[in-house]
């Protein structure tokens, strides 16, 4: 089955740090940028950190400089690591990706969600 399986996330205190990953299973992840995603309580999802496959990054303005994002091409898995977390940081993360599989593209895939809850 293709899908984007995530992991991580949890309950930690304002300062602290914690790592998502987000693996394509079934599939490996196409030439297309991949994201991660935030959804505040009440809040649309937004872009967070993204990652092309030149292994280019950008962030959101809040974000930068406390989070980075990366990828390992052996595991299919992407990565995004989060230091310094803020209160503000809490809510569900969420990666996107095109993936492919048996030479067919299979486009705009979201992992399961994540929760991420900041304490101060």
């Known amino acids: 089955q293709v899908q984007l399986v995530q992991s991580g996330g949890g309950l930690v205190q304002a300062g602290g740090s914690l790592r998502l990953s987000c693996a394509a299973s079934g599939s490996i992840f196409s030439d297309d940028a991949i994201g991660w995603y935030r959804q505040g309580p009440g809040d649309r999802r937004e872009l967070v950190a993204g990652i092309t496959k030149d292994g280019r990054t950008n962030f959101e303005d809040s974000v930068k400089g406390r989070f980075t994002i990366s990828r390992d091409k052996t595991k299919n898995t992407v990565y995004l690591q989060m230091n310094s977390l803020k209160p503000e940081d809490t809510g569900v993360y969420y990666c996107?990706?095109?993936?492919?599989?048996?030479?067919?593209?299979?486009?705009?895939?979201w992992g399961q969600g994540t929760q991420v809850t900041v304490s101060s």
């Open positions: 996107n990706a095109d993936l492919m599989s048996g030479g067919r593209h299979y486009y705009d895939y």
